[in-house]
């Protein structure tokens, strides 16, 4: 594990809320975690090019709705993608935060490299979070989703729950191409304002659009890329168990109920440990043309 500068915890919150204030200006805003640590000991651990959040998912969540920026949560089916999209490589490897959602990843390091890392699922980032929300006082929220079914899902899901949200809180995404642009969404969150936004459009389209809304944006945000996690939470989704979230077998869950899906997306996956063993920390070239 390596740190970077001061460890964020309970006993730093007047640090945290200082370069909170630091970050308001049009000037910082561009800022990303990564610039900051030099001022704050964030734990990381690198893994093919990517600085992995090394703490717990309490921590993470503080970090990201004080600090702003965008937040990723590679699966382990993603890591292909790092050396044939040059533009997802660019949006994960400048994401502000990156958190161990691939439970393979997380044991193969312990198996080749002995390198212990936490793991924070999606899932699990996504339901602290939510408790966040709940208890109030950290600004609006927008919310970034795939398709119409999954907006009224998540609205059903609100009206349940002590957390309000209305049609004008939501988007549904169009089906993003190679290259990721949205002016209308980057006017519409500019008028809303919203302090947090939660993207749950999928991986590879979700990363890239992430970097395009922060170097878009005029003010600085929260945006949290967390993928398929709300539809397990909203019903739009199978349910995954805690305990299968918590073991590693979320996967499964998911391969059972859409088998079509998911079973030519871990055949990606496949790559994963080939890629660890030869590639280690370093992140991998991208392949020949």
């Known amino acids: 594990m390596t740190y970077k500068a001061v460890l964020l915890n309970p006993g730093s919150h007047i640090l945290v809320s200082a370069a909170a204030d630091a970050l308001q200006s049009r000037d910082t805003d561009r800022r990303s975690i990564l610039d ?15 600085q992995f ?5 309490d921590e993470a969540v503080q970090l990201m709705v004080q600090r702003g920026g965008y937040l990723i949560a590679p699966s382990g089916t993603c890591f292909a993608r ?17 958190i161990a959602d691939s439970g393979s990843m997380v044991l193969l ?8 890392l936490q793991r924070i699922s999606g899932l699990k980032y996504l339901k602290h979070l939510l408790a966040t929300l709940k208890g109030g006082g950290i600004g609006g929220v927008f919310w970034i989703l795939p398709n119409e079914r999954a907006e009224q899902k998540l609205l059903d899901w609100s009206r349940r729950e002590a957390l309000p949200i209305t049609g004008e809180d939501c988007y549904v995404a169009p089906r993003y191409g190679f290259e990721v642009t949205d002016p209308s969404l980057v006017a519409l969150i500019e ?14 389209a979700q990363e890239k659009l992430g970097h395009y809304l922060r170097e878009s944006l005029p003010y600085r945000t929260a945006i949290h890329c967390i993928g398929a996690a709300l539809g397990f939470v909203t019903g739009d989704q199978i349910a995954i168990p805690e305990w299968a979230d918590r073991v590693f077998l979320g996967w ?26 030869k590639y280690g920390k370093s992140l991998p070239p991208m392949k020949r043309q």
């Open 36 to 50: 900051v640590r030099r001022s704050f000991m964030i734990p990381t651990c690198q893994i093919l090019g990517i």
């Open 53 to 57: 959040f090394n703490g717990d998912v």
């Open 82 to 98: 790092l050396r044939e999209d040059e533009r997802y490589r660019g949006a994960v490897l400048e994401a502000d935060l990156a």
């Open 109 to 116: 390091c312990r198996l080749f490299r002995r390198e212990s």
């Open 191 to 204: 008028r809303h304002r919203p302090a947090q936004v939660i993207v749950a459009i999928g991986s590879g």
């Open 252 to 277: 499964f869950w998911r391969l059972l109920a859409q088998p079509g899906t998911f079973v030519p997306r871990l055949c990606r996956g496949l790559e994963l440990p080939w890629l660890l063993w």
